[in-house]
Structure formats: C-alpha cells, structure tokens
C-alpha cells in the first residue's frame, strides 16, 4: 500500500493538494445529477459502468487543459487520468476510488511508459488508418462529410485535443521523443 503523502505524486511533483480540491467539487447536488455518472452508477455491465464512469472523469478534467490551457498540476492529473482511461477499467466505485486506481495505474506502468502510450495514440489517431476509420464510422452512423472549409475548421479544434495528450505526455517524460512519426 503507499502512503497517503505519496499516493498523489507524479512526474515528482505530489499533486495531492490538488487532487483533494478537484475531488471535492464532485460533491455537489448538481454533479450527482450528471447523466453520465447516473450511467455508471445504474449500469449492471462492470464494462459499461467503466465506460460511463471514465466518461464523466474525462468530462471534469480534459476540458481544462485542452489546447495549451490549465494548470501544471491539472495536466498531470489529465495525464494519470487519460492513460488509465486506455486501460479500458472496469466498474465503478466513485470518483475519488476511480482516481486512486488511477494513480496505482500510473505507478504500475511507469511514466515514461504512460508518456509513450499517449504519444502513440496521438500518432495513431492522427494515421492514414486513424482517419479513414473515423471517416468509416461516421459514414456508418449516417452523418455527412463536412465541407472542405468546415472539415479543416474541424481538424483545427480537434489538433488542441492532440496538443493536449502531447503536452501532458512531455510532463511525465520530457525526454520522450516523437522521432520517426514522418515514416
């Protein structure tokens, strides 16, 4: 078991401060109503409670560090967040035993691993096969292809998404490279 002054320490920084901030306002009447957290709560299926669940932590910590926003720590906290999420976790528990597990998460695979799982997803989601499965699956959901113009307006927003998961990859390893990604 670790220790609760180290429970929240990440890329050396101890984020726990933090943490117990961002955890509180989860405590609000307004948040138990969320659509998404009800999903997890109600769902019988521990992959289905796991999806919701994710959902709505992504939900409360993505938004504030998207593109170049956010604080230090809120992009480390994204960080442990966005690589248990690839985990694809199961069930649900709360918010702060969602959080807990993931940090444990993050301890197991190691920094520098979780930095090149998010730089590789970048890398994938931004590939020939990336794009053309995107395409597919709006095409399968009957939505139409955008506009030249609107399409690249698109890729324009979405590149802070990538910008994103790239920054808070370099927090965990600013040594970690992108090299090779033209091949």
Do not use: C
Not at 82 to 107: C, D, H, I, L, N
Not at 136 to 160: C, N, T, V, W, Y
């Amino acid at each position: 078991m670790v220790s609760e002054e180290k429970q929240f320490l990440v890329a050396g920084q101890d984020i726990g401060q933090f943490v117990a901030r961002w955890l509180e306002e989860f405590d609000s009447p307004k948040e138990k109503s969320d659509s998404l957290l009800q999903h997890a709560e109600q769902a019988a299926d521990p992959q289905k409670q796991g999806f919701h669940g994710t959902a709505y932590v992504m939900s409360k910590i993505a938004p504030r560090v998207w593109g170049d926003q956010g604080s230090d720590d809120e992009l480390l906290l994204f960080a442990v967040i966005a690589v248990y999420k690839q985990s694809k976790p199961q069930g649900w528990a709360g918010v702060r035993a969602y959080t807990e597990r993931a940090f444990a998460y993050m301890r197991k695979v190691g920094e520098v691993e979780a930095a090149r799982r998010l730089r590789a997803e970048v890398a994938r989601e931004a590939s020939d096969e990336g794009v053309a499965a995107e395409k597919s699956f709006l095409r399968r959901m009957g939505i139409a292809p955008l506009g030249p113009s609107a399409q690249a307006a698109h890729d324009q927003e979405m590149a802070q998404g990538s910008h994103r998961d790239l920054r808070a990859a370099n927090a965990l390893d600013p040594n970690g490279s992108t090299a090779g990604w033209g091949r």
